[in-house]
């Protein structure tokens, strides 16, 4: 027998298949080795000595592969094709090793493929090879370099900045990115700046527009027309010239395809044709490449998805230029077939591109096999791979110059004609800031010397923008540009900015949040050269000569960790005031830059002596005054905002007035407690209050929402069946109807203040639907080996089995039509054993207290 490792459970499944009986197929799920997150799992003192263990959710996986290995002959390890697939290999055979479990008759061969198709799978098995150490090390040196960062950088910063979260060696360098982003846009001075512009006919009367490019023999720069006077002077002087065509200049211009998908170019486009994050891409494209059902037979849709690569193999082209002959014609199919190169000097190891498996596999064949999302990405994939084996696009292009007849003027004219679509009928890339194409508009006919009619002059007033805040699509293709990490990490890093708050995505742009902007200051002004963006491109460097066998990768770490280590050092001397001054300093344009005109930023507006500054406490950084403890005024730093205007919002304990109820004339006012902020009426010894909705900021707050929030509960009518009472209010667990002494969770855009009598009944009919609803079974799948039925139920966090008191959430990737007895009971096992252990737990601390 032979055994065959993967990293996933469907990718088995599919494999095993292909391969037949005498082929056993298990899954690692994953890593099934890492270092234990403590202290001491690298030792730089003793050349980096690393660590590992098996950690509690992979000891069972690799029990069954140690307990499968005993009766097999050979040991295939077909893990993924690159340094992370390599890296997990090598773990599960070491894990076999230290557990004695490898015979050492057992023979031990690595296979790579980058399509799950069963031609490539039986391709791979016929070429076996040993695991490549280079590419292991390669991927042990990032492991130590990040692990040793965040180990080693966290608690200083920590120390230094309570309140901070942790800082990683690449996630680092993407929110400096974002901060320098918001930096240059805080410091743009936008500045005017004036275009005059033209409609006028040829003789025939075909009208088009021109911009004025010359003006009295000098081109015209950006800003040679300040001001509106300086445009108008301009306008009277062009009026009443006459005009004819002083040149023209036609050129034909070809526009090629662009390579099929990497990883970085697949999630840029995802995000901007469909609105994917780069998360949400991978996720997808992880799914089309381990496979789906297609009429009976699972095969993978798409090549792996983790790659550099632009290289397609001559199959692949061959069958793209035979169906582009077939669909669109021989005019669309080039001469050649097309080759790209890959343009990055660091691109990994030599992987195909992302590309179906199958191209002849066209998106209408699959639609029905395929959700919504994966259909739409399998769909960019295709027509993205099809359009780059297609003819390039060709277009006239014409430049025309028109003068007035004393030379003091020259207007210019731009136009462009598709003469033939070639790939643009199939594909075109998305760009995050389009700006207007002169050349997209048609000329009318014009000939040399013909006379031309000037109908309008058009001065227009413009106003220099400050650079755009990133999209995750430009954020990535900048992070790929400079060399930082690896496309495959792409995704993970940015979902760790934005879960520990460093930044925040708001109208799909990046803002870096306030805590985001102190650690990043905290990272440039003591460990700048971490975060600059050459030396971690550079480092990205070394790590692809040791997967080249041209550098030792304990040297990479050796000559990394003499100089972080002594930077370390120096910043622990530092006292936390002295920190808390270099960020204070760093950060002053963009803590004080709500000052109004004139006045001392720094001033204290409570007692008007001390000075503002930096401090820390128990939940992060504030404004505090230096005359403290005589004056306790303090204010939360604020967030940035598309208009760049720090909000007028006091985190300070005392309460912030927001005026009078006219009913009561008692003063109302938002106070913060230990549970959150709140609106309070009066300050008797028992004052009414009411929570702040999660949806609405302290700064948001208004005496009319806060006396609506005052007001709840709230009667809205009586129920049309029922006629009792509907009752909307703000509890523990957020907004609330109640009916005939049942409670209903409002969601979405319904607003708790807001709401009327029809859309309450709508809401409570809903509930009552879906409870319903969630009592019939989705499939029965007969009888527990104990007795009672076992049944698959859909419920609030997702598809989950029942056997009588016990319910187990099905995995993620179960398909409820595919899902068996057998595998429902081991599940069921699983939850029972847990729920014995937590239990006796429970019993033995009750015990000891």
Not at 86 to 99: G, P, Q
Not at 361 to 377: C, G, H, N, V, Y
Not at 640 to 669: K, Q
Not at 717 to 726: A, L, S
Request: hydrophobic residues 35%.
């Amino acid at each position: 027998m032979n055994l065959v490792i993967v990293e996933s459970p469907a990718k088995a499944k599919t494999i095993n298949k292909y391969l037949g009986k005498d082929y056993n197929v298990l899954a690692s799920f994953g890593h099934v080795r890492d270092l234990p997150s403590k202290d001491g799992s690298v030792l730089p003192d003793q050349d980096f000595a690393m660590t590992y263990e098996v950690d509690d959710d992979a000891k069972r996986h690799v029990s069954a592969i140690a307990k499968a290995v005993k009766g097999s002959d050979k040991l295939i390890l077909a893990t993924d094709p690159d340094r992370e697939g390599e890296a997990i290999s090598w773990h599960v055979l070491e894990a076999l090793k230290a557990s004695k479990a490898l015979n050492k008759n057992v023979h031990v061969e690595r296979v790579v493929f980058n399509e799950i198709t069963k031609k490539a799978i039986l391709e791979a098995m016929n070429h076996p090879r040993e695991i490549d150490m280079n590419l292991v090390n390669a991927q042990q040196a990032r492991r130590a370099l990040d692990y040793l960062t965040g180990f080693t950088l966290s608690p200083v910063l920590w120390r230094k900045l309570p309140g901070s979260k942790s800082a990683g060696r690449v996630q680092s360098v993407a929110l400096r990115l974002i901060c320098d982003r918001d930096e240059e846009i805080e410091k743009f001075i936008s500045q005017e700046y004036w275009d005059i512009r033209a409609s006028m006919e040829n003789g025939t009367g075909a009208a088009f527009k021109a911009r004025l490019t010359q003006w009295h023999g000098k081109k015209l720069d950006k800003f040679d027309i300040p001001n509106e006077a300086k445009a108008k002077d301009m306008v009277a002087d062009l009026t009443g010239k006459k005009y004819q065509v002083a040149s023209i200049e036609p050129k034909q211009v070809r526009r090629h395809p662009y390579p099929p998908f990497t990883t970085s170019t697949l999630q840029q486009d995802a995000s901007r044709k469909l609105g994917f994050s780069a998360k949400k891409t991978m996720q997808l494209a992880q799914k089309l490449y381990e496979g789906i059902d297609i009429g009976g037979e699972t095969t993978g849709l798409i090549t792996y998805m983790r790659t550099d690569g632009v290289t397609v193999s001559q199959d692949a082209i061959e069958a793209a230029r035979s169906l582009i002959s077939q669909k669109y014609g021989q005019k669309y199919t080039p001469s050649a077939p097309r080759v790209y190169k890959v343009k990055q000097k660091n691109a990994q190891e030599a992987h195909e591109a992302i590309r179906p498996t199958d191209v002849t596999r066209t998106p209408d064949k699959i639609e029905s096999a395929l959700d919504r999302d994966m259909f739409r990405l399998y769909e960019l994939i295709w027509k993205r791979m099809l359009a780059s084996q297609m003819e390039s696009a060709l277009f006239d292009q014409m430049s025309v110059d028109i003068a007035s007849s004393d030379r003091q003027a020259v207007f210019r004219a731009t136009g462009s004609v598709m003469r033939f679509d070639g790939f643009l009928t199939l594909y075109q890339e998305s760009k995050d800031d389009d700006e207007e194409d002169e050349e997209s508009r048609a000329l009318p006919p014009l000939t040399q010397n013909e006379a031309i009619a000037l109908k309008e002059l058009l001065p227009e007033q413009h106003f220099t923008e400050p650079p755009p805040r990133y999209t995750e699509a430009s954020l990535v293709k900048k992070l790929e540009e400079l060399s930082i990490g690896r496309p495959s990490t792409y995704a993970s890093i940015i979902s760790v900015l934005q879960e520990r708050d460093y930044v925040k995505l708001d109208k799909k742009r990046f803002i870096a949040e306030a805590r985001g902007r102190i650690v990043n200051a905290f990272l440039v002004s003591f460990f700048r050269r971490y975060v600059e963006f050459d030396f971690t491109a550079k480092l990205e460097e070394l790590l692809d000569d040791v997967s080249n066998g041209e550098v030792d990768w304990k040297k990479v770490l050796r000559d990394w960790w003499e100089q972080f280590i002594a930077t370390v050092g120096e910043t622990k001397k530092l006292s936390n005031p002295q920190v808390l001054e270099a960020v204070d300093a760093l950060l002053e344009p963009y803590i004080y830059r709500n000052s109004a005109p004139g006045s001392d930023p720094r001033a204290c507006p409570a007692c008007g002596k001390g000075r503002l500054g930096l401090k820390t406490g128990k939940f992060g950084a504030f404004l505090g005054c230096s005359n403290y403890p005589e004056c306790n005024f303090t204010k939360q730093l604020a967030g940035a905002n598309d208009n760049n205007e720090a909000p007028d919002n006091t985190g300070s304990n005392e309460p912030r007035i927001l005026g009078t109820d006219p009913a009561s004339g008692m003063e109302v006012t938002l106070r913060k407690g230990p549970y959150g902020t709140y609106v309070q009426l009066g300050n008797e010894k028992k004052p009414k209050r009411a929570s702040m909705p999660k949806n609405i900021v302290p700064e948001q707050m208004t005496l009319e929402l806060a006396l609506s929030l005052l007001s709840l509960p709230r009667e809205i009518g009586k129920h049309p069946e029922t006629g009792k009472m509907i009752v909307a209010g703000l509890g523990r667990f957020g907004p609330y109807l109640l009916h005939d002494g049942k409670y209903t969770s409002l969601k979405g855009d319904d607003d708790v203040l807001t709401i009327g009598i029809n859309r309450a009944v709508t809401v409570i009919a809903e509930k009552k639907a879906f409870t319903k609803s969630t009592v019939t079974p989705l499939k029965i799948l007969g009888n527990h080996p104990e007795g009672n039925e076992i049944a698959i139920y859909s419920g609030k966090y997702g598809n989950y089995v029942k056997h009588g008191k016990i319910n187990a959430t099905l995995p993620k990737d179960a398909e409820i039509d595919k899902y068996t007895l057998e595998e429902a009971v081991e599940l069921l096992a699983g939850k029972r054993t847990s729920g014995k252990k937590k239990s006796l737990a429970a019993k033995k601390k009750k015990a000891a207290k």
